[in-house]
């Protein structure tokens, strides 16, 4: 049943019914058009203005490019050119990064922020463009996905068609609203449905920067709030579950759902997740596609799948193993001119079984080829090293090499290699030999973005990685890869 007369959007000292929503966005949208915006920029914190600011850029007919407050100035000042940003709203600490340009002080959704006129200059992009979502991919340099409001009003509908069983009533947005995912499954999806968009700032919620959790934080605010339905990052769930292990916890029974993505789950941490009363459900998409196309959900769950097909999506594979997706596609690349196939070929290896269930087996570019001549997929190995409770991180290498290495990240920085090494035999014991790992080091530095190891929504930067530790490997460093696809973007 759809949930009546709920506020539509909950922050900070402030409780807005629908219709408080709507007149905030209409007269932020007439601020836009008096303005000539043609193309606007958000850096902004979580809270209620950047839902203001998304919904008004589309009430009024104007491109959205919203950055991830984690972005550096120079990856910021390479999305306004790319996009040809004419307008920027954002906190006015972070204007700081652009000198002697002309601003206006305005309140938003009661918070001051600085509208900020830039000298953007037109740019090809296709013309039903109403977003441009950057995602880091595997390269420094942002690349822009141009999506129309029809995927994304699809593949929102699909979403609360999916979850009405579960009448969620409230949705707490605990990654950055500048992340598609979070975007349209945390705000765009439940203001449909009639759900209240909580939307407290990110220190509120325990993330800091892109990578830094604090669980205890994190659960501090779902007791406060007490939503329905979140969606994690794998090492977040990680983070949490270990965190409520350790204080013989679990989850609050408000929580009907948590939807996880952006890399590898694995069933154990779902197993280990529900122990503690998460309700985990693992998924998959990929920004090309509008985001999230399949999900676990309860009556249609699957250990190691990703669950169904949303309503939206249509997934197939390809001879050779690809997974192939239809249905939400994108209008383009930002600066591409060509028109995106009508199946769109998303990079990742997988299978479908008889139910209709997904499972993602791992990149197809990443397929290593051992010195003996067998095929392994890394992400297949780094699930089952990282389902040991003392390890946080891995990522395996090998191509071309007698057995694979592995650069792992502990728990604890004091773990000793003892418990290390212990706990990779471990994950070595349920592969077969050629899968197995056969030498491991600490890594030097954390898998996030700030180390540049990772992107955004935690995808291991494998070149990056491989050339920080090389000597340590005692293998040649790999050579950049390009690429933008993700679980749950």
């Not at 471990?426 to 030999?433: H, K, Q, S």
Request: hydrophobic share 50%.
């Amino acid at each position: 049943m759809r949930p009546l007369a709920l506020p539509a959007l909950e922050g900070p000292g402030l409780i807005w019914s629908r219709f408080e929503l709507d007149a905030a966005v209409s007269d932020l949208a007439a601020t836009l058009i008096t303005r000539g915006t043609r193309v606007l920029a958000t850096w902004m914190d979580n809270g209620p203005a950047w839902v203001v600011a998304d919904l008004a850029a589309h009430a009024a007919g104007i491109v959205h490019v919203p950055l991830p407050v984690f972005f550096t100035p120079q990856q910021v000042a390479h999305v306004l050119q790319a996009a040809g940003v004419d307008t920027l709203l954002a906190d006015p600490a972070g204007t700081a990064v652009l000198p002697q340009v002309p601003q206006q002080a305005c309140r938003v959704a009661g918070r001051p922020l600085a509208l900020v006129g830039l000298a953007g200059r037109p740019v090809p992009m296709p013309p039903s463009t109403s977003k441009i979502t950057f995602t880091s991919g595997t390269t420094g340099a942002p690349k822009g996905v141009c999506l129309d409001d029809r995927a994304m009003q699809a593949a929102a509908a699909g979403l609360v068609a999916a979850l009405e069983p579960l009448a969620i009533r409230s949705h707490l947005c605990v990654l950055p609203l500048a992340v598609l995912l979070e975007n349209l499954a945390g705000v765009l999806a439940p203001l449909a449905h009639g759900a209240t968009v909580v939307v407290p700032p990110l220190a509120e919620v325990g993330l800091t920067g892109s990578s830094a959790f604090e669980a205890a934080q994190f659960h501090h605010a779902l007791l406060r709030y007490r939503p329905n339905s979140v969606i994690l990052l794998p090492q977040m769930l990680r983070a949490w579950t270990g965190w409520l292990r350790h204080h013989g916890m679990s989850a609050p029974g408000c929580l009907k759902i948590v939807a996880v993505g952006g890399a590898a789950v694995g069933a154990p941490l779902v197993q280990a997740a529900r122990e503690r009363g998460i309700p985990a459900f693992e998924g998959y998409g990929l920004s090309e596609g509008a985001s999230v196309q399949t999900l676990n959900l309860p009556g249609a769950d699957r250990a190691g799948s990703v669950g169904r097909p949303l309503p939206h999506a249509r997934l197939r594979v390809a001879p050779d193993g690809e997974i192939e997706v239809t249905g939400t596609l994108m209008a383009g690349y930002l600066g591409d001119g060509a028109a995106p196939p009508a199946w769109w070929s998303t990079g990742d290896l997988g299978r479908i079984d008889a139910d209709g269930f997904v499972y993602v087996e791992g990149r197809k570019r990443n397929v290593l080829i051992t010195g003996f001549g067998r095929n392994v997929s890394p992400e297949w190995v780094e699930t089952a090293l990282r389902s040991q409770e003392v390890l946080l991180q891995a990522v395996v290498f090998g191509d071309g090499q007698p057995a694979l290495s592995a650069v792992v990240w502990p728990l604890s920085a004091t773990l000793p290699d003892a418990e290390i090494d212990a706990a990779v035999q471990a994950a070595n014991a349920g592969l077969p030999d050629y899968a197995r790992v056969g030498r491991w080091v600490r890594a030097r530095a954390a898998f996030d973005a700030r180390s540049g190891l990772a992107t955004a929504n935690g995808r291991p930067q494998r070149a990056a990685i491989l050339s920080l530790h090389a000597d340590a490997l005692g293998i040649a460093p790999a050579a950049p890869q390009k690429g933008n696809h993700a679980l749950l973007p």
